[in-house]
């Protein structure tokens, strides 16, 4: 009989940019050993719902979408002097909802105190990330959406290769469903349209230069409109 780790040996040639469905249902306890036979490498990324498991190996586009969101991020909290604690790919999962999830990146935000200086966070207590980012370039996305939903994520940052959204519940509480919004909803200055505009634009003069831009545009743009009391145009 097959065990999990030949399984997962036997995946891991086609998940290059790729996303692996696994060929049959996954309890909750496989689902875990599968976690711990993996480790702390991350890879592959793992989405669990309702008994199906799909597993992906990032590519390299992908990864560099990735951390200029990432980035992004960071440059707006720090300039803005906004605490946030990044909890990169940190696997998301809470039973009871029957998902389990692991993101491009997630963040603490308005939360950022409630969870600050703790090693472990249980979302049976403790509150979910207040912002998620996936990157999409080979697979469907709905199901860690789905998983984000359940889990009371509260926006969701979905970049394509060509286009990008911000995901907000529609209405508080139970039953609620994701709809794309204009701005942020941790960073209510900063517009889905301006996020589009740094993360997508070419860096002719390489990243060091983009990095650089997106700092001065933070300082000189966002910064006055925070302290203006002013939203996203």
Sequence with gaps: MMSVSDRTRE?????????????????????????????????????????????????????????????????????????????????????????????????????????????????????????????????DVTRAIEVYRRLGVPEVWVATERRFQILAPDRPGRGRRYREVGRSVGFPFLSAEEIADRVYRDAPDGELRWAIELRDWVRETLVPRLDAGGRAP
Excluded at 13 to 26: H, S
Excluded at 51 to 70: I, Q
Excluded at 107 to 131: C, F, H, M, Q, S
Aim: aromatic residues 10%.
């Design 11 to 139: 995946i891991e040639a086609p998940l290059v940019d790729e996303w692996y469905e696994w060929p049959t249902p996954v309890d909750w306890p496989f689902y875990l050993r599968l976690l711990r036979q993996r480790g702390d490498s991350g890879v592959p990324r793992m989405v669990y719902l309702d008994g199906s498991l799909l597993l992906m190996t990032p590519s390299l586009p992908h990864e560099e979408r990735k951390e200029r969101l990432n980035r992004l991020v960071h440059e707006v909290a720090v300039g803005c002097g906004i605490p946030y604690r990044p909890t990169a790919s940190t696997t998301w999962k809470r039973r009871s909802r029957r998902g389990g999830v692991e993101g491009d990146h997630t963040y603490y935000l308005a939360n950022e105190p409630t969870i600050r200086g703790k090693r472990e966070v249980d979302l049976r207590a403790d509150p979910p990330p207040d912002l998620a980012v996936e990157v999409v370039y080979s697979h």
